[in-house]
């Protein structure tokens, strides 16, 4: 089982979770988060002063999956999420070593 977490722009959102659901991908779990990576932040003008806007507002996005869907979803996520400019966000990938539905108590990939 794996774990995907992917970074990217909040108005990619909606598309994603389209393009999930697409493929069968039936939970995500969403936060708002803030942050910077090469592009450092971004420079705003607010009433004739400009300030520095040094963590971006980002969407993470946190998926499980068996480990036979993982290509499917991160090709998923890359599709929908990308704009091709500097910015689109990071996709990372951990391994689960263990899935407990609390409701039913379920484990492993019935679980997912």
């Not at 909040?10 to 942050?35: C, D, N, Q, W, Y």
């Not at 990576?37 to 300030?51: L, M, S």
Request: glycine share 10%; aromatic share 6%.
């Amino acid at each position: 089982m794996k774990k995907v977490e992917a970074i990217i722009r909040p108005f990619k959102v909606e598309e994603l979770k389209t393009a999930l659901s697409e493929i069968g991908v039936h939970g995500m779990t969403l936060s708002e988060v803030r942050g910077f990576g090469r592009q450092k932040g971004h420079t705003e003008h607010y009433r004739g002063a400009e300030y520095a806007v040094d963590f971006v507002p980002k969407v993470k996005v946190e998926v499980t999956c068996s480990d036979d869907s993982l290509q499917k979803v991160v090709d998923t996520i890359l599709h929908a999420a990308q704009t091709g400019q500097t910015g689109d966000g990071k996709i990372f990938v951990s391994d689960l070593s263990e899935v407990i539905r609390i409701r039913t108590g379920e484990t492993g990939e019935d679980a997912l």
